[in-house]
C-alpha cells in the first residue's frame, strides 16, 4: 500500500503512469530521500561562438547531449532498484539493461566530441600523434583522406580514430550506433558526430564542408592526450 506521502507525490507526477503499468518503477524511485546523480551534464558553453558553428546549432546539441545524461541516470536508478528488489528476472530489466548502451554511450560519445573541439591551428606535426599518424597511415594526409572518407559515408553514426590498446596501432572505424560496432579493446583517440543534429541546420545536407569545419576546430591537445 502506498502511504500518504507517496500518494500525494505519484499523483504530481501523473496518474497516467500508473495506469500504463508503471507505477511500481515509480514507486521505486521514490523510495529514495535523496535521489545522487551518477553524472553530471558537463558545461561546453565556451565551444559558442566557434567558426562554423552556429549558436543555434550548439545549443541544440548540448540540450541533445543532456538529455542522454538524463537519461543514462533515470535508467540506472531504475536498474539499481529493481536490482534491490529482486526484479531481475523481469522483462523490464532486460530491455532497460539493453537500453543503458544506448544512453551511455551517446552521453560519452558527445563529450568526447565535445572535447576534442574548440581548436585553432592544425595538428603539431612535431608532436607524438602526428609521427604516429604518420607511421599508421603513411603521412597525416592519407590519414585524414581515410577520416574523412568515414564521416561522408551514407549513414549516420560517428567516425572515430580509435587506438588498438593490443599493438597500438590507430584505426578509423564508422560506428553506426551508440551501443554497437565500438572496436573491443580500442581507445577511442578523435570522435566526430555525424548524425544529422551535429549539423543540418548550418549545412543541411552539405555534410562534407560541416566535415571541413570540423577538421578547422580540433583541439589537437587535447586529442593527443588520449593517445596511450
Known amino acids: 500500500m502506498l502511504n500518504r506521502r507517496e500518494f500525494f507525490t505519484i499523483t504530481a507526477l501523473g496518474g497516467a503512469a500508473i495506469i500504463f503499468g508503471y507505477s511500481a518503477l515509480l514507486r521505486a524511485t521514490l523510495k529514495k530521500e535523496v535521489k545522487a546523480m551518477s553524472y553530471a551534464t558537463k558545461d561546453y558553453s565556451k565551444l559558442i561562438g566557434m567558426e562554423g558553428f552556429s549558436e543555434t546549432l550548439l ?3 548540448f540540450t541533445l547531449y543532456q538529455g542522454y545524461v538524463n537519461n543514462t541516470n533515470k535508467v540506472l536508478d531504475i536498474l539499481n532498484q529493481m536490482l534491490k528488489d529482486g526484479k ?14 544506448w544512453e551511455f554511450n551517446g552521453m560519452r560519445l558527445h563529450e568526447y566530441y565535445f572535447e576534442n573541439l ?7 606535426k612535431e608532436g607524438k600523434l602526428a609521427k604516429k599518424l604518420a607511421e599508421d597511415f603513411g603521412s597525416y594526409e592519407a590519414w585524414e583522406k581515410d577520416f574523412k572518407a568515414v564521416g561522408t559515408m551514407r549513414g549516420i553514426g560517428w ?3 580509435y587506438q588498438d590498446i593490443s599493438n597500438g ?17 580500442c581507445n577511442p583517440i578523435l570522435i566526430m558526430d555525424v548524425f ?5 541546420i548550418d549545412y543541411g545536407l552539405k555534410r562534407a564542408d560541416y566535415i571541413e569545419a570540423f577538421s578547422k576546430n580540433i583541439l589537437w591537445s587535447a586529442v593527443e592526450t588520449r593517445l596511450k
Open 88 to 101: 531481475t528476472g523481469a522483462p523490464e530489466y532486460a530491455e532497460l539493461k539493453r537500453r543503458l548502451g
Open 196 to 200: 544529422e543534429h551535429a549539423f543540418m
Open 118 to 124: 574548440g581548436g585553432k591551428g592544425g595538428i603539431n
Open 169 to 185: 596501432k590507430l584505426i578509423n572505424f564508422w560506428i553506426n550506433e551508440h551501443d554497437v560496432s565500438h572496436p573491443a579493446g
Open 159 to 161: 567516425a572515430v580514430l
Open 59 to 61: 545549443k541544440n546539441h
